[in-house]
């Protein structure tokens, strides 16, 4: 006859031990686990980013004064992802976007105009330039930049300039479009806070809102 060891009646090579209730919980919990990363966002959280983009588009203010303090290269990606995700005419995806940080290209676009000389004192300039113009792509493009700016702490401005200028000063070609010039750069937070004369001159909404028809 054949002995086995002590405490290993029954035992088959082929067959697992039965589960303890522990063991039995484990992979329970680690499933419970797998759903929680994989579920969607909860709908507080949803809410929270639905307020915070409605407060970075009404709170966003038009800023011309920066403070001399750099723009990190990850807040400056963020900035471009945004303009680069905007929506298209028919996905064509237009524009094109120049970023300009060295100190001297900085003033010397300031330098093109008297209504942008302000921009001399950006910590970043960045020129929508585009292979075919599309006024509206361009518009959108701007304006996604300028809201995810303001969402980090980043003031911003469109500035008026010369396209001509602008193009001979960047190297654009001659068959590419200057559409769009913004400043970007901190701000001083007490400037950013808008005054209340400021909120008092918009007009209230329902003088500007015509309902099915003038």
Same mark, same amino acid.
């Given at each position: 006859?054949?002995?086995?060891?002590?405490?290993?009646?029954?035992?088959?090579?082929?067959?697992?031990?039965?589960?303890?209730? #522990?063991?039995?919980?484990?992979?329970?919990?680690?499933?419970?686990?797998?759903? #929680?990363?994989?579920?969607?966002?909860?709908?507080?959280?949803?809410?929270?980013?639905?307020?915070?983009?409605?407060?970075?588009?009404?709170?966003?203010?038009?800023? #011309?004064?920066?403070?001399?303090?750099?723009?990190?290269?990850?807040?400056?990606?963020?900035?471009?992802?945004?303009?680069?995700?905007?929506?298209?005419?028919?996905?064509?995806?237009?524009?094109?976007?120049?970023?300009?940080?060295?100190?001297?290209?900085?003033?010397?676009?300031?330098?093109?105009?008297?209504?942008?000389?302000?921009?001399?004192?950006?910590?970043?300039?960045?020129?929508?330039?585009?292979?075919?113009?599309?006024?509206?792509?361009?518009?959108?493009?701007?304006?996604?930049?300028?809201?995810?700016?303001?969402?980090?702490?980043?003031?911003?401005?469109?500035?008026?300039?010369?396209?001509?200028?602008?193009?001979?000063?960047?190297?654009?070609?001659?068959?590419?479009?200057?559409?769009?010039?913004?400043?970007?750069?901190?701000?001083?937070?007490?400037?950013?806070?808008?005054?209340?004369?400021?909120?008092?001159?918009?007009?209230?909404?329902?003088?500007?809102?015509?309902?099915?028809?003038?």
């Amino acid at each position: 006859m054949r002995l086995q060891p002590r405490g290993t009646a029954g035992f088959h090579p082929d067959r697992r031990p039965p589960l303890r209730r #522990r063991d039995r919980a484990a992979p329970r919990a680690r499933l419970r686990a797998r759903h #929680r990363l994989a579920s969607p966002p909860s709908r507080s959280r949803a809410l929270e980013a639905v307020i915070d983009a409605y407060r970075a588009i009404v709170d966003k203010r038009d800023q #011309r004064v920066y403070l001399p303090k750099p723009i990190p290269p990850d807040a400056l990606r963020r900035i471009l992802q945004a303009g680069r995700m905007t929506g298209s005419s028919k996905n064509r995806e237009p524009n094109r976007l120049i970023v300009v940080s060295e100190r001297e290209s900085v003033r010397a676009l300031g330098a093109l105009s008297e209504w942008g000389k302000w921009l001399a004192h950006a910590a970043v300039v960045i020129v929508i330039a585009q292979v075919e113009p599309h006024e509206f792509d361009a518009g959108r493009c701007a304006q996604n930049m300028m809201l995810a700016a303001w969402a980090d702490g980043i003031g911003s401005c469109p500035a008026h300039l010369p396209e001509a200028d602008v193009a001979r000063r960047l190297g654009i070609p001659a068959d590419v479009h200057v559409n769009r010039v913004i400043g970007f750069g901190y701000v001083d937070p007490a400037r950013a806070a808008a005054p209340k004369a400021v909120a008092r001159r918009r007009k209230p909404l329902e003088e500007l809102i015509h309902r099915e028809r003038w």
